[in-house]
């Protein structure tokens, strides 16, 4: 998925027992990774976009992934688009649906205590090892080696998009073109699949996006840095010192 994924099981349960589950893991985003990488030639998604592979012959994963973006894309009045770049694409989807898979099955598996983190998409569930909320910082878009909100609690969806990394990335579907206006954006909810989408589709709108995310009902909440350095965010976000 082009990005780094750290993984943190905070069970005490057997070594083996947590090798195990942590090979799991990472066995399934791998498996993720081969069918739906944009970067990979024989992936189910490049093979799809090109016509290779037809829709009734994909893997229910991708048809079912399929399925969702085109609700997200209803839900966010196209903003959220997996066609915005001219070529099939969910990655903004694909990588916090994966996260949130790989957490729900560990909680399935009897460990219940974890933080899967790809890419800055984050998903905690329970306490760390010392028993303690999960701490989720959230990197300054313009100090990497800084975070400008920490966030903190047991069971959280954690997801940023951002331009500060791969420049501007995101376009936005309307005029076709990189979006602009919003520096990164924080979604905080349930399911991490869902908040990587509306981080997304908010940066593809610019400015907009901001009243956009207002209206977005509970439990969901938000953190916004605009291009002109302003800090804007819910005022239910779970924010710590």
């Known amino acids: 998925m082009g990005t780094a994924i750290s993984l943190d099981l905070a069970d005490d349960l057997p070594d083996t027992t947590l090798h195990e589950l942590a090979e799991r893991t990472f066995a399934w985003l791998r498996e993720v990774d081969a069918r739906f990488s944009t970067y990979r030639a024989d992936s189910e998604v490049c093979r799809l976009d090109r016509g290779e592979l037809p829709l009734a012959e994909a893997s229910a994963d991708l048809r079912a992934v399929l399925e969702r973006c085109a609700d997200l894309w209803t839900a966010t009045d196209g903003f959220f688009d997996a066609y915005a770049t001219g070529r099939l694409d969910p990655s903004g989807y694909v990588k916090g649906w994966a996260a949130?898979?790989?957490s729900d099955r560990l909680v399935a598996a009897g460990a219940p205590n974890h933080c899967v983190n790809a890419g800055g998409d984050v998903r905690v569930r329970g306490h760390t090892a010392a028993g303690d909320p999960w701490r989720i910082g959230v990197r300054h878009p313009?100090?990497?080696?800084?975070?400008?909100?920490?966030?903190?609690g047991t069971d959280l969806a954690v997801a940023t998009s951002g331009v500060?990394?791969?420049g501007h990335h995101v376009v936005d579907p309307r005029r076709g073109a990189p979006a602009v206006g919003l520096r990164s954006v924080t979604v905080v909810g349930p399911d991490l699949g869902v908040a990587d989408a509306y981080a997304t589709a908010a940066v593809a709108m610019g400015e907009p996006g901001i009243a956009w995310l207002d209206g977005l009902p509970a439990p969901w909440r938000h953190a916004v840095v605009t291009e002109d350095a302003r800090l804007l965010h819910s005022r239910?976000?779970?924010?710590?010192?």
């Open 142 to 152: 313009w100090d990497p080696a800084a975070t400008c909100l920490v966030l903190t």
């Open 236 to 241: 239910a976000l779970p924010v710590t010192t």
């Open 100 to 102: 949130q898979v790989a």
């Open 164 to 166: 500060y990394e791969r």
